[in-house]
């Protein structure tokens, strides 16, 4: 089983930019998609952003054009670079793994990364 930890978050002033980083613990090559969840207090997760194959992406709409996730598979890592940050960005967020298409609930997953946007 894939084990994945994520790393980059902090506290940004609102308008900047942060890239988180999920380094997997072996080859990313095969896993079938990864993903950025969310989770701010009082708020349930939701999925910010997931790529599929290596080249396929969906964002949230919240998101779009202001975040990119990307995958390094030689490097065994995944980015979400965050742009024109959004106090309502503020959240726990973490890596996620699927590695045969079942879904990332039944993936591996990192134990998060606090972003703190200030306004």
């Known amino acids: 089983q894939v084990q994945v930890a994520e790393s980059g978050g902090g506290l940004v002033q609102a308008g900047g930019s942060l890239r988180l980083s999920c380094a997997a613990s072996?080859?990313?090559?095969?896993?079938?998609?990864m993903g950025w969840y969310r989770q701010a207090p009082g708020k349930e997760r939701e999925l910010v952003a997931a790529i599929t194959g290596g080249v396929s992406t969906n964002y949230a709409d919240s998101v779009k054009g202001r975040f990119t996730i990307s995958r390094d598979n030689f490097k065994n890592t995944v980015y979400l670079q965050m742009n024109s940050l959004k106090s309502e960005d503020t959240a726990v967020y973490y890596c996620?793994?699927?590695?045969?298409?079942?879904?990332?609930?039944?993936?591996?997953w990192g134990q998060g990364t606090q972003v703190t946007v200030s306004s």
């Open positions: 996620a793994a699927d590695p045969y298409g079942l879904g990332f609930d039944s993936g591996s």
């Open positions: 072996g080859s990313i090559f095969r896993i079938k998609a």
